[in-house]
């Protein structure tokens, strides 16, 4: 089951983040970015936080189950998404133990790297 555009759309508005949260939907799920940064996964509308100490810490009782069949479990937070402020500082806090996302080549430059 695809998640719902309505539910994305909530789940920006709990995270409040204005402009520094984007989304992108991805086979028919949703991948969330703080300031280019991949967070959260929105998956059969339900919120799944990237793990990290931020969750361990900030959110441990959250429930863990994998957002996508293969992958290994994630922590849950919809019951998360009541509590906008409590949200808001667990995806933030993940955000900063994210790395930065890599540079993409351009499109059409298949040239080797140079050596």
Do not use: W
């Not at 808001?88 to 298949?110: F, N, S």
């Amino acid at each position: 089951m695809a998640t719902d555009p309505d539910f994305i759309d909530y789940a920006a508005e709990q995270i409040a983040l204005g402009n520094r949260l984007s989304h992108k939907k991805m086979f028919g799920e949703y991948a969330l970015y703080v300031d280019g940064k991949v967070v959260a996964f929105a998956c059969d509308n339900s919120l799944f936080v990237k793990p990290s100490v931020a969750t361990d810490t900030l959110a441990p009782e959250l429930p863990r189950r994998p957002p996508y069949p293969g992958a290994k479990d994630y922590p849950v937070a919809d019951e998360l998404l009541d509590d906008s402020d409590r949200l808001r500082q667990l995806i933030l806090e993940t955000a900063a133990l994210m790395p930065v996302p890599k540079p993409r080549a351009a499109a059409g430059d298949k040239r080797k790297p140079k050596r």
